[in-house]
T-cell receptor
């Protein structure tokens, strides 16, 4: 099956800084999602982005499917951005099975 | 539209007992998947159901089972609980389960299971 790797594993920022989180995947995928896990454990959908670029406020994401990576950009970070960010990918013949990376734990300091 | 709901939210059991967790998908969604999250193994796929049929299964022992009802609600059961089964169990729903589909999965708040 596909493998998903995220980097960096940990990131500490000052409020207002920008950051880039990376997700590499080992095979062709037809689903790539980014999530933010809140302190209570719920996975909040950020982007569904198997290819191309999307933006939502201070967050944007780009997936280059041919090169098998995705990037999540966070601009002007706020303390509420703290938490763990996951990317998850699905191979085209795997139905609903998402493979998750190990996550990037982001800490934004005031 | 209401999101994915899971009950109970917290559960404490002892080794050897069994447990049943419930998941109600978003209205109109027919696919339900289950995931286990532990600090050591991260988020791992358990199984996926569509139209009351298991479509996909992860690499978990037979103590882990599930089912889906005609209203798309799903339950998962873990028998003969072990300490290592302590985890956050997350349920996700999507509207299109077919291979090759590109639908977004939406997650519920999870059930945190502690096995003593």
């Amino acid at each position: 099956g596909i493998q998903v790797e995220q980097s960096p594993p940990d990131l500490i920022l000052q409020e207002g800084a920008n950051s880039t989180l990376r997700c590499n995947f080992s095979d062709s995928v037809n689903n790539l999602q980014w999530f933010h896990q809140n302190p209570w454990g719920q996975l909040i959908n950020l982007f569904y982005i198997p290819s191309g670029t999307k933006q939502n406020g201070r967050l944007s994401a780009t997936t280059v499917a041919t090169e098998r990576y995705s990037l999540l950009y966070i601009s002007s970070s706020q303390t509420t951005d703290s938490g763990v960010y996951f990317c998850a990918a699905r191979h085209y013949n795997q139905g609903g099975k998402l493979i998750f990376g190990q996550g990037t734990e982001l800490s934004v300091k005031p | 539209k209401a999101g994915v709901t899971q009950t109970p939210r917290y559960l404490i059991k002892t080794r050897g007992q069994q447990v049943t967790l419930s998941c109600s998908p978003i209205s109109g969604h027919r696919s339900v998947s289950w995931y286990q999250q532990t600090p050591g193994q991260g988020l791992q796929f358990l199984f996926e159901y569509f139209s009351e049929t298991q479509r996909n299964k992860g690499n978990f022992p037979g103590r882990f089972s599930g089912r889906q009802f005609s209203n798309s609600r799903s339950e998962m059961n873990v028998s003969t609980l072990e300490l290592g089964d302590s985890a956050l169990y997350l349920c996700a729903s999507s509207s299109t389960p077919a291979p090759g589909s590109t639908d977004t999965q939406y997650f519920g708040p999870g059930t945190r299971l502690t096995v003593l």
